[in-house]
């Protein structure tokens, strides 16, 4: 069976962490995994014992082989990584010399197709979609839309699904790969107030503040819940009506949350978005959501 190596790419302020070999080329940094040893653990040790920088969370990127010299194979796992705290290089043990390239130089450096290849998947910005029915409702023709709204060059992964509350939207951001240029586009609440469903409000307020903690090193919007409009839902689902008084009380949890942290809030008008269920957009409520994202991934 070929070695196994767990690399990393760390990427801060458009440049990339790289270590340079025995071979005299430059490769990402990382480690050999050991018998019984997660990649993902393998990493984070890695890393910490080559560069000195502690990794806080990884992303699998891709897993490849890799024929380092001729004969000699080994199977690559590259992770997106990201820290918390300070990034300050120590001198490793092997006396490797480490060093931050900038993103736009790297064809200078020679790097091997499987480290450009990660790097590339690591860095390329994505906007991905997180939580309830109403960013799980983006068909492909919408996301057509908001990639051309947003320059056309982001790729835009949809993870969310009908249903989905805050507590669904912590586990799921433990196990999805989220890298570090992605922009996190979350939508919860409506079915947190649903009195079918209806979480309870110390809870809800729990489960949003770990996910600003587990986004916390992302560019992150909220779409707000979209206004209510109660006559509607009578007519739809009489049994099924979200009360615009418990929206409030989820509404103000929220933003009370997210004003303590980095995160940006998208609040879409009351009038004329509504879909036949007086929960859900429609078609122009759509179009104004696509608008307000494209405006808000331009301001940086």
């Known amino acids: 069976m070929w070695p196994v190596s767990a690399k990393a790419v760390l990427a801060r302020n458009g440049t990339v962490l790289l270590a340079l070999n025995a071979r005299g080329g430059w490769e990402l940094p990382g480690g050999r995994v050991e018998r019984d040893e997660e990649p993902s653990a393998a990493v984070v040790r890695g890393v910490l014992e080559e560069t000195g920088v502690e990794v806080t969370s990884t992303s699998l990127l891709d897993v490849r082989p890799f024929e380092v010299l001729p004969g000699e194979v080994v199977l690559v796992v590259g992770f997106a990584c990201s820290t918390a705290g ?62 051309q709204a947003a320059g056309g060059s982001r790729l835009v992964v949809n993870h969310a699904y009908g249903g ?62 979209p206004p209510l409009d109660p006559a509607r839902q009578h007519a739809a689902r009489p049994a099924q009506v979200r009360s615009p008084e418990d929206q409030l009380r989820y509404l103000t949890e929220l933003i009370a949350r997210i004003r303590d942290s980095s995160a940006d809030t998208i609040a879409l008008p009351a009038d004329d978005i509504h879909d036949t269920d007086g929960v859900h957009l429609n078609d122009y409520g759509y179009d104004l959501l696509i608008a307000a994202l494209a405006r808000r991934l331009a301001k940086r």
């Open 86 to 147: 300070a990034t300050d290089l120590v001198a490793s043990p092997e006396d490797r010399v480490l060093a931050w390239h900038a993103l736009d130089q790297l064809d200078e450096l020679g790097l091997a197709t499987v480290y450009r290849d990660l790097i590339t998947a690591a860095t390329r910005s994505r906007i991905v979609l997180l939580g309830d029915s109403h960013l799980a409702k983006f068909n492909r023709s919408r996301v057509q839309q908001l990639q």
């Open 164 to 225: 989905a509350t805050a507590l669904d939207l912590v586990p799921q951001l433990r196990q999805i790969s989220v890298h570090p240029g992605d922009v996190l586009v979350i939508s919860i609440t409506t079915n947190d107030l649903a009195h079918w469903k209806q979480v309870p409000l110390d809870r809800f307020r729990e489960a949003v503040t770990e996910v600003l903690r587990l986004t916390s090193h992302h560019r992150t919007i909220f779409l707000l819940p």
